[in-house]
């Protein structure tokens, strides 16, 4: 088995991507085939513990405070409520749950507290508990691991580059800062990004150097369409072809050989048969439940169907690395040290996100 290469280039990776389809999807199904189980296909469960009200700016969430949608907010769920939502999860299938707090970043205190005690509730039911909870520091990520956490989520959405024109709120270096910080625990680092937000194919390529160039690379990269929300300063962008999520997988296949390449938002715009190129190129994660944080998502039901039709088995859990045990709040090495760090607010301009912001289109 070939050795994971961490200088890729963006030529090289552009090289990759443009290949002639065919081409493309036999390397990839080969790298595919010799790292995984091509018949074997993890879901996870995501679940909006925190929904709405958020401060940042991110052009493609319905979920900012500033923009104008029609989602509903709620405060954080409680312990029950999550537990017994994993549970559901798990009869139906899923082998992770993803919990997903509209925070900028993590603050120490009774709500940071209550996520913990998810994380080791979750963790006790034999399920893997990935958190995205917005920027951490490394004592938070290091009480996150003491309770069990599996993976952590953080995206870096785009290049470099284009993430100035979508996000104002935070710099690059703040997200590569967060994976470092998760990267001093055995927590699993999940990143990955968006596409259809305008974008060029040098952007796409700047995003999958950024991620393939991390050493080690992330266990998981969720590749999400965009689901374009009125309201939002991304409401006008198409929808993205089959064609192009399925070069973005393929060549994150090739690229990250060890990674789960994850198919997140945007699955319902996609053709079983578009899902299916999509494994057949090496995504082997996707995400159940009919609501992606505030998004549609595919019916469990019918990703059931789709699993026999293509006969794949979802993946079990703690298949990659073995559980985490959970360490009571009584008897926790790591004590909150209540930190202030200095995240970034470049604030420059970004105009599409003023005018959504000024716009109030949903308050009809
Ligand atoms: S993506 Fe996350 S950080 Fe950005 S606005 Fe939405 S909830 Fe807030």
């Known amino acids: 088995m070939s050795e994971t290469k961490h200088n890729w280039t963006k030529e090289e990776i552009l090289a990759i991507y443009n290949k002639p389809m065919m081409e493309l999807l036999y390397e990839a199904a080969t790298i595919h085939r010799l790292h995984h189980d091509p018949n074997v296909v993890q879901v996870s469960t995501l679940l909006s513990i925190k929904t709405g009200g958020c401060s940042e700016d991110c052009g493609y969430c319905p979920q900012a405070a500033r923009y104008h ?23 139906t299938g899923s082998s992770r749950v993803c919990m997903g707090a509209a925070w900028r970043n993590v603050k120490d205190g009774e709500e940071f507290d209550q996520v913990l005690e998810m994380v080791r509730t979750i963790n006790k039911l034999d399920m893997e508990v990935c958190c995205t909870l917005g920027m951490i520091t490394e004592n938070q990520a290091q009480r996150l691991a003491e309770a069990g956490l599996y993976a952590y989520n953080h995206n870096l959405d785009s290049s470099e580059d284009y993430y100035k024109e979508v996000i104002s709120t935070r710099g690059y270096q703040d ?12 927590v699993t680092v999940c990143s990955g990004g968006i596409i259809g937000m305008g974008e060029k194919l040098e952007d796409r390529a700047g995003m999958l150097v950024a991620l393939s160039t991390l050493n080690p690379q992330p266990e998981s990269t969720p590749i999400n369409a965009l689901v374009a929300v009125e309201g939002t300063p991304l409401e006008d962008e198409q929808p993205v072809e089959i064609w192009d999520m399925i070069r973005m997988v393929a060549t994150t296949r090739i690229i990250m050989p060890e ?10 715009q996609m053709s079983r048969e578009g899902q299916a190129m999509c494994f057949f190129a090496g995504a082997n994660s996707i995400f159940a439940g009919d609501k992606l944080l505030t998004t549609p998502n ?5 990703d059931m169907k789709m699993f026999a039709t293509l006969g794949l088995d979802p993946q079990k859990p703690f298949t990659k690395k073995v559980q985490p045990q959970s360490v009571e709040a009584s008897n926790s090495q790591f004590e909150a040290l209540g930190e202030k760090p200095k995240w970034t607010r470049p604030e420059h301009k970004i105009e599409r996100n003023e005018l959504a912001k000024a716009s109030g289109k949903a308050q009809k």
């Open 69 to 91: 949608t029609d989602i509903e907010g709620n405060d954080l769920m409680s312990v029950q409520q999550v537990k017994a939502q994993a549970l559901r999860a798990k009869s």
């Open 259 to 268: 990674t789960q390449v994850r198919l997140s938002a945007g699955r319902t």
């Open 175 to 186: 997200r590569l800062d967060t994976i470092d910080n998760v990267r001093k625990t055995n």
């Open 298 to 302: 595919p019916d469990v039901n019918e």
